[in-house]
């Protein structure tokens, strides 16, 4: 697990939680508030300044480029993780470094998200670390922990098994 660089950030507290962290977006969407994760070797403060990398980076451009999102999950503590079925606390969701989004609107959300997936792979590459199309929603990792990837998440008879199409360089 890699260190966050902290340098770009505020010393994040609780007494921010409400506060901008980028153009669009706040702390408060995370979700959650960070919380240690020793797993990781991570502070509040580092999971708050991934947090504020990944809107930066990720969340911001969209914005900028129309797209109206809503994060259907963002950082995830390690005990609620742990409670989806996670293995370990090093993933990017309880590092602060990964969300899940979705387009508002009226249409089809799995159209809506797939046109979203190409946007990012398109015109995002070098932004992301991971990106994955989960059918309604996008994952999508900055500075990510996870194997750098770009993933499409097929449903074949009530399963859903990723498939590899192709890694980021």
Request: include cysteine; proline fraction near 7%.
């Amino acid at each position: 697990v890699t260190i966050t660089d902290t340098t770009d950030c505020p010393t994040y507290t609780d007494a921010m939680w409400d506060t901008p962290c980028s153009k669009y977006f706040k702390f408060s969407q995370m979700k959650y508030k960070p919380v240690a994760n020793p797993e990781a070797n991570l502070t509040p403060a580092q999971i708050a300044c991934n947090w504020q990398k990944l809107c930066r980076n990720i969340l911001d451009p969209l914005v900028d480029a129309g797209f109206k999102i809503t994060i259907s999950s963002g950082y995830r503590t390690p005990a609620f993780d742990k409670s989806l079925g996670a293995k370990n606390s090093i993933g990017d969701h309880p590092c602060g470094r990964a969300v899940d989004i979705q387009i508002l609107g009226q249409g089809d959300p799995a159209e809506k998200a797939k046109g979203l997936f190409k946007h990012i792979g398109k015109n995002m590459n070098g932004s992301f670390s991971q990106l994955i199309y989960e059918g309604r929603w996008v994952h999508a990792a900055h500075g990510g922990n996870s194997p750098e990837s770009v993933s499409v998440l097929v449903a074949r008879n009530g399963t859903a098994p990723y498939q590899q199409v192709g890694g980021l360089s």
